[in-house]
């Protein structure tokens, strides 16, 4: 099988490497020339086999993927499909796919987690679309996807639009575990009687209730940095988290916890939080995102 791929930043750079190992072909294309396999999006579909032509849009979410979404329009036929992977809202998959259908074109969006680690462990896929679409693309989500039971790394979460909701509800989740993960951290640091903060913690990452990968991501960045000095306790939210609790809202639905760890991180814009700096730590580690130098002493 051979796909595009369109983006090819932290994650769409691996995601073409993973596919590439295991035996998918792939033809990328990104505006930086240096990690791009072509010039331009029309040199990218020209390299595609004509028959069922298969694009994954992997770029920031919102006008960057509108704009790609409607140059890949023009450049599509009939019978193609387009595979949206970015963290877009779900609300922006049914304008994708109704301009697309215009010109015969499908769409399948895709919600993808496993950030840097996505490349050596697979990555958390949940699609949404039509049978038939998800069907003729399972080579590439097999190919990304953890090894082991289809079941347990990939689902065919419903029609289109699924797939970015559950990404949703999944990093509103995130959040809160982080939260719960950061505060715990903060609280052994209070307490002088625990010595070895971090060994604990690192205790805690077998057997226990509590065990995660979250867990041993903390456990890591503090084995780098045991009072995480280096960086800032300033934390960013990608959108998701915010999304999640508007759609609560509409929806009647209590998240206390998701909200409280959503709230917590504007609370990290206003001064300094251990807590903060766990979560920031987090982020740095399970996705590459930046995080800012701690200010100087």
Request: hydrophobic share 45%; proline share 5%; glycine share 12%.
């Amino acid at each position: 099988m051979h796909v595009g791929m369109v983006g090819l930043g932290r994650m769409g750079a691996n995601m073409r490497e993973r596919l590439r190992t295991r035996g998918i072909d792939v033809t990328g294309y990104d505006r930086n020339p240096a990690v791009s396999d072509v010039a331009d999006l029309a040199a990218l579909v020209a390299a595609l086999p004509q028959d069922r032509r298969v694009v994954w849009v992997m770029v920031p979410a919102g006008p960057i993927t509108r704009s790609v979404v409607t140059d890949l329009a023009a450049l599509l036929g009939p019978g193609d499909v387009v595979v949206e992977g970015g963290n877009s809202h779900y609300t922006d998959d049914a304008v994708h796919a109704a301009e697309l259908a215009e010109r015969g074109i499908h769409y399948v969006d895709v919600g993808v987690s496993g950030g840097v680690w996505g490349l050596e462990n697979g990555y958390g896929l949940m699609a949404g679309g039509s049978t038939e679409d998800v069907e003729l693309l399972m080579p590439v989500f097999d190919a990304l996807r953890p090894d082991g039971a289809r079941e347990n790394g990939f689902v065919h979460a419903g029609s289109v639009g699924a797939g970015h909701y559950a990404k949703m509800v999944h990093n509103g989740i995130e959040y809160g575990l982080m939260q719960a993960y950061a505060e715990g951290y903060e609280l052994l640091e209070a307490q002088e009687i625990v010595i070895d903060v971090t060994g604990t913690l690192k205790a805690w990452t077998q057997g226990t209730v509590v065990r995660s990968w979250l867990l041993d991501l903390l456990v890591a960045a503090l084995e780098q940095d045991p009072e995480l000095a280096a960086i800032d306790d300033f934390v960013e939210d990608s959108g998701e988290g915010r999304w999640t609790v508007d759609e609560a809202i509409d929806r009647a639905v209590p998240l206390p916890v998701i909200s409280a760890a959503l709230f917590a991180r504007f609370a990290s814009r206003q001064g300094a939080s251990p807590a903060m700096k766990a979560v920031a730590a987090l982020r740095q580690q399970f996705g590459g995102h930046a995080v800012r130098p701690a200010p100087p002493a």
